[in-house]
């Protein structure tokens, strides 16, 4: 929860805003929504629950602890694709970091703020849950691959509020 109180103070993140977060910061606006009254909370290509991330991810992730995050890197720079070259550009003890702490994470929970969510047809790290607001044909990186069509439906709503 620090992560979340330390976001709301630096970003002057209030009660009666609306959140969007894309990947890993959908689930930091998860948290910031367990303690900000929040009328609306946006996912894109994120998760609500660990057990929505990919299964053979959360099986191996005990691994990011003794893996050679730098030998990694290096090979997914050679893997052409958007997650593939993020993976290579993220410093190791981020990774690391993200590796253990996804998998500890509680969740959203209930709530009641009102949730969209927004996925990729095709993304294999976070797969789409049975309920989907709009789903792209596209992957994990759907707020970059389809910015547009996700700026629509965020912008849309948002005028609703």
Known sequence: ???????????????GDTLIGCSLGGM??????????VPALYLVGSA????EVNGLLSMLHPLAKVAPVD????????????????????????LRAMG??????????????????IHGEHDFVIPPPKKVDLLLD???LI?????????EFVMAGISKI
């Open 1 to 15: 929860m620090d992560v979340a109180v330390k976001m709301c103070a630096t970003r002057g993140i209030k009660d």
């Open 28 to 37: 930091v606006a998860c948290e910031i929504t367990k303690i900000r009254k």
């Open 48 to 51: 609500m629950r660990k057990e």
């Open 71 to 94: 030998w990694i890197r290096r090979a997914a720079g050679k893997i052409p694709g958007n997650v593939a070259q993020m993976f290579a550009n993220a410093e190791p003890s981020f």
């Open 100 to 117: 253990e702490a996804i998998f500890e994470w509680d969740g959203l929970g209930e709530t009641e703020t009102k949730v969209y969510r």
């Open 138 to 140: 596209g992957g994990h």
């Open 143 to 151: 707020s970059v691959t389809h910015a547009q069509p996700c700026s």
